[in-house]
């Protein structure tokens, strides 16, 4: 691959200047999941090892170039400080006479966090003054947010043109995953591709159509392929002005010898609320009263045939309506399958957007899978195969920094 690692770099006795996402949530001025902080341990902490000295560049909110207390990194230092196990230094600014003095503070085995990026409105803007000003604290630049590479920003982008640079492990472990998944996987590709909406995912329908053996269409988008091979689904969430625009998909997975996989069973209510009645019919059997919100068990047991036959799994999405019982069926058995196949050995599965993360959590399967991203848009916008600026930025040739 042609982005460098932590590996490829000397760290002795030099600043490195480190993209993290630390945008936690928060209540009552606690962070109440550290998940994303404990992710970037292993990248500081390999920094440190290499006798580097990490400063890390974060946003936090949404403060649109203004200086927002209550959106001040400042509320993160405990939490950080417990995972990394180690005193945290707290610089008032991320560029400037302030981050410049705490950055000449540092002593070996520090670990300085620079104020939210976001307070400058150069930061969204990938202003080459806000750039420079961010790259004149250091000397290496690393990033390990892959959550945010799909924004061409001053702190993920800009600087990366200016600095030796190089992926954290997290980024590392992220680009090699998808690479595996999608730039060069072991064949046949099976994607699962679900959700509300045809028309938030038409890129990534488009994309995908080209670069898989056999893609699974499930959730609210799959009645309106229904609808587009003139199937009734009664008061299912369906957009009947997508028909045509599904139909030209369809086109183009059979152009492309795309198995497109839509449900042949489905479960159908009439309300839709935990616990609701609801009965298992044909796909074209949908009761004019009725609402689709589950694919049914014929279907599931056609996508694990599917899973048992491909080498690689990308999952987007949920099958039916998962926050609910009992139209979590599908989704559940559909991820139980493919855990299943990925212990064994026989499956690399990677999966990744917000529902998706918290239906195969909710599963159960999520620890079992090869790689689940958290990364949301950054990994929705690969799989339509956009360039992340990012990535794209750590591969640009500069100055070596190389040991």
């Known amino acids: ?64 170039g203004q200086v927002v207390p209550e959106m001040s990194l400042k509320i993160t230092l405990p939490a950080l400080e417990k995972a990394l196990g180690q005193k945290v230094q707290f610089a008032e600014d991320c560029v400037g006479v302030e981050a410049k003095k705490a950055v000449a503070a540092m002593q070996p085995g520090d670990v300085l966090l620079l104020e939210n990026t976001r307070f400058h409105e150069g930061e969204e803007k990938n202003d080459p003054l806000m750039a420079a000003g961010l790259a004149a604290l250091g000397q290496i630049y690393v990033n390990d947010a892959f959550s945010a590479a799909h924004r061409a920003h001053a702190s993920t982008e800009g600087i990366a043109r200016l600095l030796p640079s190089c992926a954290g492990r997290l980024m590392e472990a992220e680009l090699k995953a998808l690479n595996a998944a999608l730039g060069d996987p072991e064949r ?45 689904v009664g008061k299912s969430l369906a957009e009947h002005d997508m028909a045509d ?38 796909a074209d059997a949908c009761p004019p009263d009725a609402m689709i919100l589950d694919a049914g068990p014929q279907s ?13 799994l990308i999952w987007n999405g949920p099958l039916g309506a998962f926050e609910i019982a009992p139209f979590d069926m599908a989704t559940n058995a559909a991820a139980a399958k493919a855990a299943e196949l990925t212990r064994a050995g026989k499956l690399v599965s990677v999966a990744g957007g917000g529902d998706t993360v918290a239906a195969l959590n909710k599963a159960g399967a999520a620890d079992d899978f090869t ?22 930025a750590l591969s640009q040739d500069k100055t070596s920094a190389q040991a």
Do not use: Y
Not at 259 to 267: E, K, T
Not at 381 to 387: N, R
């Open 188 to 232: 046949p590709v099976v994607a699962v591709v679900g959700g509300a909406k045809v028309s938030t995912k038409l890129d990534l329908l488009g994309n995908l159509v080209s670069k898989v053996n056999h893609l699974v269409i499930g959730g609210g988008m799959a009645n309106t392929f229904l609808v587009a091979k003139g199937i009734q």
């Open 1 to 64: 691959m042609s982005w460098k690692t932590l590996d490829d770099m000397d760290f002795a006795g030099k600043v490195a200047l480190v993209r993290v996402d630390i945008n936690v949530p928060v209540e009552a001025g606690q962070v109440t999941d550290a998940t994303r902080i404990e992710k970037i341990v292993p990248t500081v902490k390999d920094i440190l090892a290499k006798g580097g000295m990490p400063v890390l560049l974060a946003h936090f909110g949404r403060p649109k």
């Open 245 to 282: 625009t599904a139909r030209e998909i369809l086109g183009k997975a059979d152009e492309a010898g795309c198995v497109i996989h839509l449900p042949v069973d489905v479960v159908v209510a009439r309300e839709f609320k935990a616990g609701a009645a609801s009965e298992v019919v044909a």
């Open 300 to 312: 599931v047991a056609e996508v694990g045939k599917v899973f048992e036959a491909s080498r690689t």
């Open 371 to 392: 790689f689940i991203s958290t990364a949301g848009g950054a990994f929705l916008e690969w799989m339509e195969g956009k360039t992340l600026p990012g990535v794209a």
